[in-house]
């Protein structure tokens, strides 16, 4: 199954993706026919997805009733199974925002030798304001930025050569990529050109249970902080976002920086109590 040279896209189908999966054939058609090799992942539920996108790459489609955060073992067998020298991951949480995205986040394997990249996520229209200015700093416009944060399995490319070497862990991970580029030791190059679009309109529950997903991955990896340097880091961003309100000229949301802090760094503590090896 596949050639060898050639990429595979894993399309990764979400319980909480918001976005239309099939829009991505729009992104195949610019490809040369029969080089990219479709994986469509259905995590946890069976998802309809448009006849199309078979017409532009050779499909494959796996429904699992695996909750997400055993996915890792669904992406090792795709990538035993398979050949293809580099495979890419997106997911239907996010939305690319050009049609040369894939062509864009596999450059830094390609021209440079990367063994990872990642791309940027940039605030769907219409999102929470402070969302929105959390996401433009993690994922700056520089070609600089590097922080290994940033680096999720809705938007990233690994050679297979480095996920062979260092397999997806198929314990509990909510983001399997996130835990992988920590074990492995690899440095990722950050390609602010493969820019997608992610949904910045999240609730504070939303918030709390995605900071409680990140905050177990990272205590998989053995990344922990104490109950005090979470009331720390949540007392900092709220004033941070206190002066963000004073920047934009709105007061009447100076009430929600103590709750949208408090969701995302206690969510991030709780999560941490969650063990990666739990059944």
């Known amino acids: 199954m596949g050639n060898g040279n050639g ?3 894993v399309l990764i189908l979400t319980p909480d993706g918001r976005f239309d999966a099939s829009d991505i054939g729009s992104i195949l058609h610019r490809q040369k026919e029969g080089s990219i090799e479709l994986f469509i992942v259905a995590v946890g539920d069976t998802v ?6 078979g017409k532009t790459a050779k499909m494959k489609m796996i429904v699992s009733e695996e909750s997400f955060s055993r996915s890792g073992k669904i992406f090792n067998e795709i990538i035993a199974a398979a050949q293809n020298r580099i495979f890419v991951f997106i997911s239907n949480r996010v939305m690319p925002t050009h049609d040369h995205w894939l062509t864009r986040i596999c450059a830094p394997l390609l021209k440079d030798g990367a063994d990872a990249a990642f791309g940027r996520d940039i605030p769907a229209p219409g999102g929470n304001y402070f969302l929105a200015e959390d996401m433009k700093k993690h994922f700056p416009l520089s070609a600089s930025g590097t922080e290994m944060s940033g680096f999720s399995i809705d938007n990233c490319a690994i050679t297979r050569d480095a996920l062979r070497r ?3 862990t198929e314990n509990l991970a909510y983001d399997a990529a996130a835990v992988w580029i920590i074990n492995s030791k690899i440095r990722p190059s950050y390609c602010p050109e493969a820019t997608v ?6 609730s504070l529950r939303e918030v709390y249970m995605g900071s409680l997903h990140k905050g177990a991955d990272r205590r ?3 990344r922990r902080i104490t109950l005090l340097e979470t009331g720390r880091n949540t007392a900092a961003g709220i004033m941070r976002d206190l002066r963000f309100c004073f920047s934009l000229k709105k007061p009447q949301y100076m009430w929600y920086p103590f709750f949208y802090r ?3 760094n206690f969510g991030y503590y709780a999560g941490q109590q969650i063990k990666i090896n739990d059944k």
Do not use: N, Q, V
């Not at 309809?48 to 996108?53: A, E, V, Y």
């Not at 679009?197 to 999240?202: E, G, K, N, Q």
């Open 220 to 222: 998989g990896c053995g």
């Open 262 to 264: 408090s969701a995302m």
């Open 197 to 202: 679009l992610r949904p910045a309109d999240c």
């Open 7 to 9: 990429t595979a896209l």
């Open 48 to 53: 309809k997805i448009d006849s199309r996108l």
């Open 166 to 168: 260092t397999p997806f």
